[in-house]
């Protein structure tokens, strides 16, 4: 149970309700997560909004910033969002122990190797901010990265901090879907 009492769709007002199901629609369920800010439509509205901007344009393909995600997320120990995001990436085709191998090591995963220097920069920026130099930019444009994936990357990054935090803070619990 979160913190914070949710607003389920049942107790949700006509605005909270078609929030709900545009949410339902980018994501197949409406997560926990959402309905936990359910008592502020606007802020619900406005995230939703900011997760469509940064998941659903750009250069980098939805997967991989998903995987990018699942690296922070695991950094952050946080296991709402390990779980909600192992479910949206096997929900686009990816295999569970690709995931897992994700959360627990992403160093030891099949990923081409630019796409580990994503993981490893999410990783380090995550959990070290303050010691992310030029020379890790440098690394990921060495890599093959131009400046709108890197960008990119660190919105994401950034993204999933903040995503992580609040799911900590709103107490939210795993979906059983």
Known sequence: MAY?????EQQADATLRRL???IRQEFG???H?????????DVVEASLQLWRTLYQQGVLPRELKEKIGLVVSA???DSYCIRTHMELLRRMGVS????????????????????????RFAKKLTLTPFEVKEADVS?????????????ETALVVSHFNFLNRLATALGVVPEAV
């Open 4 to 8: 914070i009492p949710e607003v389920s």
């Open 20 to 22: 709900y199901d545009q």
């Open 29 to 31: 369920f409406v997560p």
């Open 33 to 41: 997560f959402w309905q936990a800010q359910g008592s502020r439509p």
């Open 75 to 77: 950094a952050n120990s």
């Open 96 to 119: 569970e122990d690709i995931s897992q191998q994700l959360v627990l090591d992403h160093e030891a995963t099949d990923a081409p190797e630019n796409e580990k220097a994503l993981f």
């Open 139 to 151: 690394e990921l444009r060495r890599q093959g990265w131009d400046n709108a994936a890197i960008l």
